[in-house]
T-cell receptor
Framework: RKEVEQDPGPFNVPEGATVAFNCTYSNSASQSFFWYRQDCRKEPKLLMS???SGNEDGRFTAQLNRASQYISLLIRDSKLSDSATYLC?????????????FGKGTLLTVNP | NAGVMQNPRHLVRRRGQEARLRCSPMKGHSHVYWYRQLPEEGLKFMVYLQKENIIDESGMPKERFSAEFPKEGPSILRIQQVVRGDSAAYFC???????????FGPGTRLTVL
């Protein structure tokens, strides 16, 4: 069974803190990796794709470790507006590389 | 540039009724995917369609659920004889090509009484 596991959370951090989320995946054939954020009762919105060499977008840094089959998301200088559920998504790879498997998400609350 | 559109946003049905959920992909996108998010669960892939073709329906329940993406008009997810366990948020996503990023619509929240 192809699974994606995330830190259960919830994470409660003060403004300005650095917070990191991890996500492990079981399917070694997976080729594409993503972090989405989902606000309460809203749709998932793409935060960033995760590339093999790691990538950064402002305060957000994503890393991929293929050998250990996990991806991570680091948020620096967290803002109140970062409060959301963060979803890790992994594609199935092979002939089904369109099929995304999502983790259950990690709830982040940034406090003033 | 309009994003993925879904309607209705909220749908209430009684047990045994039919539910029809509609999805219009982003302009220029010909690949549509349906996902379901049960309470306290992650999103689960249901079906992948291109115009007039169902490519992969491996995530669809075997009975009562069907999907289509006609040549003209939106993609439709149809649930016949709904049961309480069908209550969930149903999200549609689209992409320009099969390997591209999937962009999600606002979802339809189905409540079965």
């Amino acid at each position: 069974r192809k699974e994606v596991e995330q830190d259960p959370g919830p994470f409660n951090v003060p403004e300005g803190a650095t917070v990191a989320f991890n996500c492990t995946y079981s399917n070694s054939a997976s080729q594409s990796f993503f972090w989405y954020r989902q606000d309460c009762r809203k749709e998932p919105k793409l935060l960033m794709s995760v590339y093999s060499s790691g990538n950064e977008d402002g305060r957000f840094t994503a890393q991929l470790n293929r050998a250990s089959q996990y991806i991570s998301l680091l948020i620096r200088d967290s803002k109140l507006s970062d409060s959301a559920t963060y979803l890790c998504a992994v594609n199935e790879g092979g002939g089904s590389n369109y099929k995304l498997t999502f983790g259950k998400g990690t709830l982040l609350t940034v406090n003033p | 540039n309009a994003g993925v559109m879904q309607n209705p946003r909220h749908l209430v049905r009684r047990r045994g009724q039919e539910a029809r959920l509609r999805c219009s992909p982003m302009k220029g996108h010909s690949h549509v995917y349906w996902y379901r998010q049960l309470p306290e669960e992650g999103l689960k892939f249901m079906v992948y369609l291109q115009k007039e073709n169902i490519i992969d329906e491996s995530g669809m329940p075997k009975e009562r659920f069907s999907a289509e993406f006609p040549k003209e008009g939106p993609s439709i997810l149809r649930i016949q004889q709904v049961v309480r366990g069908d209550s969930a948020a149903y999200f549609c996503a689209s992409s320009r090509v099969i390997t591209d990023t999937q962009y999600f619509g606002p979802g339809t929240r189905l409540t079965v009484l």
